[in-house]
T-cell receptor
Framework: GQQVQQSPASLVLQEGENAELQCNFS?????MQWFYQRPGGSLVSLFY???GTKHSGRLTSTTVIKERRSSLHISSSQTTDSGTYLC??????????FGKGTKLSVKS | DPKIIQKPKYLVAVTGSEKILICEQY?????MYWYRQSAKKPLEFMFS???????DNQTASSRFQPQSSKKNHLDLQITALKPDDSATYFC???????????????FGSGTRLTVL
């Protein structure tokens, strides 16, 4: 079965609203990373967060190992936040297993 | 300036032909990877290299052959191309494989391959 599940699959927000993206995983965790994939396809690393909470600007990532979940919180969304957010579970040799992503659309 | 360069950005090939996808990284990283993203599947791990040595291979087909001529190069040769090989191929790199933040991956912008 799928090791990494993301929800929701898609999300539409009005500019200024907050978003909570979820990532659940079914296997043990070596690492957890969050990426942003631009509409054009390129990927940008947002967080390396195997446990605990990390902040970067309007973004917050929280990983709870016992509950096998990680979340990405986006506050005060902007139209430029539109794109796909991917979580990835790290295994041996830094091999990442990706979820299918959450496609976010922020409207002005 | 992009630190991971992939060439070409777009590639169209005919079934049965052979192509090479180029990847160079200028981040000083020791590990490099290939991932594939097709329309119906999540990003999939293909290969990992560390110090020019193959560390992991999750590609069932021998038609996919990585080639590392230098530490900062990891090209991908694909032979006997099939329409199912159509996908965007991403190269990535990281400082190391050690299970720390050094594993943070940085991705190139991808090569979109279409096989007719």
């Amino acid at each position: 079965g799928q090791q990494v599940q993301q929800s929701p699959a898609s999300l539409v927000l009005q500019e200024g609203e907050n978003a909570e993206l979820q990532c659940n995983f079914s296997t043990s965790l070596n690492s957890m990373q969050w990426f942003y994939q631009r509409p054009g396809g390129s990927l940008v690393s947002l967080f390396y967060n195997p446990s605990g909470t990390k902040h970067s600007g309007r973004l917050t990532s929280t990983t709870v190992i016992k509950e096998r979940r990680s979340s990405l919180h986006i506050s005060s969304s902007q139209t430029t936040d539109s794109g796909t957010y991917l979580c990835a579970l790290g295994g041996s040799n830094a091999k990442l297993t990706f979820g299918k992503g959450t496609k976010l659309s922020v409207k002005s | 300036d992009p630190k991971i360069i992939q060439k070409p950005k777009y590639l169209v090939a005919v079934t049965g032909s052979e192509k090479i996808l180029i990847c160079e990284q200028y981040l000083g990283h020791n590990a490099m990877y290939w991932y594939r993203q097709s329309a119906k599947k999540p990003l999939e791990f293909m290969f990992s290299y560390s110090y020019q040595k193959l560390m992991d291979n999750q590609t069932a087909s021998s038609r996919f052959q990585p080639q590392s001529s230098k530490k900062n190069h990891l090209d991908l040769q694909i032979t006997a191309l099939k329409p199912d090989d159509s996908a965007t191929y991403f190269c990535a790199s990281s400082q190391g494989l050690g299970g720390t933040s050094a594993e943070t991956l940085y991705f190139g912008s991808g090569t979109r391959l279409t096989v007719l």
